[in-house]
């Protein structure tokens, strides 16, 4: 059932503020469509089909020397513009929840960062954060700012481009010498540097799936804010909470892989409906 969100006045009497109140302790998925308005594209259409062209596989970046060139150039363009995103209403809605006491625990797809520079204090990162890097080989783990600054120093023909931005920051950059992109290596062990987030073909860490799962098992339902669920990480949690019997509410624009198993859906924007929703819970206590 798909759900318009009430005005503010009438919010008290809106199936999104019933289901919060009637269990209060959620557990939170968010993705991609929450940070859309932050100026972070998403990658899908509203009827869940990717968009723009896929992104790089592990097995292409481990593998080939020359994907790891155009991903850092691609990287390097694309940056700035996460470097730059910050909160939008929706981040900060979120955050005056937790400071509610409303979920369980905070789990996302994202890998910007948002819900932390928002004020959210305990966020399982499912697939990383882009803001860091890591080493293959010693494991050493730098800031993704430091990297920025020696790709712009070892590739100045590649400096001022323009691009189409993703949500990885992996811009869409194509037509370009790739060959003679210069990929700085570890400054500890010189080994090979990956962005610290799970590409895709790149199993999510069992330490962060086990504690999503643990968080899931003591929530009482679970509420999904601006995700498809069209990728397996966030779906699985989906299925794991409708078959222990937990009720599923949705907020997202357009279909979700999860659309059978909800209770309902409110089809909008999140960053009107959870400051809505944040300013009622407010105002009721």
Request: hydrophobic share 45%; glycine share 10%; aromatic share 10%.
């Given at each position: 059932m798909n759900t318009p969100f009430p005005s503010a006045s009438s919010a008290l009497s809106s199936p999104l503020l019933e289901f919060v109140e009637r269990y209060p302790q959620l557990f939170v998925l968010t993705g991609a469509g929450i940070s859309t308005?932050?100026?972070?594209?998403?990658?899908?259409?509203?009827?869940?089909?990717?968009?723009?062209?896929?992104?790089?596989?592990?097995?292409?970046?481990?593998?080939?020397?020359?994907?790891?060139?155009?991903?850092?150039?691609?990287?390097?363009?694309?940056?700035?513009?996460?470097?730059?995103?910050?909160p939008n209403a929706a981040h900060l809605a979120v955050a005056r929840l937790e400071r509610l006491g409303v979920f369980e625990?905070?789990?996302?797809?994202?890998?910007?960062?948002?819900?932390?520079?928002?004020?959210?204090?305990?966020?399982i990162e499912l697939h990383g954060n882009i803001g860091r890097v890591r080493c293959m080989t010693c494991g050493d783990e730098t800031p993704r700012a430091a990297l920025q600054q020696r790709l712009i120093a070892d590739n100045p023909g590649f400096v001022g481009l323009a691009a189409l931005p993703v949500a990885d920051g992996d811009a869409q950059l194509e037509g370009y010498d790739f060959n003679a992109v210069q990929v700085p290596p570890c400054t500890r062990c010189g080994g090979m540097l990956k962005p610290d987030v799970v590409?895709?073909?790149?199993?999510?860490?069992?330490?962060?799936?086990?504690?999503?799962?643990?968080?899931?098992?003591?929530?009482?339902?679970?509420?999904?804010?601006?995700?498809?669920?069209?990728?397996?990480?966030?779906?699985?949690?989906?299925?794991?909470?409708?078959?222990?019997?937990?009720?599923?509410?949705?907020?997202?624009l357009g279909h979700t892989r999860a659309d059978a198993l909800?209770?309902?859906?409110?089809?909008?924007?999140?960053?009107?409906?959870?400051?809505?929703?944040?300013?009622a819970l407010e105002g009721n206590r």
């Open positions: 308005e932050s100026g972070i594209p998403c990658y899908r259409d509203k009827e869940g089909q990717r968009t723009g062209r896929a992104p790089i596989l592990l097995k292409d970046f481990l593998g080939s020397e020359f994907a790891r060139r155009r991903y850092w150039a691609r990287s390097m363009i694309g940056w700035p513009m996460l470097a730059g995103a910050a625990r905070l789990v996302t797809q994202n890998v910007d960062g948002l819900h932390t520079s928002a004020g959210n204090t305990d966020v590409f895709f073909g790149e199993g999510v860490p069992r330490t962060r799936v086990d504690a999503a799962a643990a968080a899931l098992d003591q929530a009482d339902a679970m509420l999904v804010l601006g995700s498809s669920l069209m990728v397996y990480s966030g779906f699985r949690f989906c299925e794991w909470a409708a078959r222990a019997g937990k009720p599923i509410a949705a907020v997202n909800l209770q309902f859906k409110v089809e909008a924007q999140c960053g009107p409906v959870l400051s809505g929703l944040a300013d």
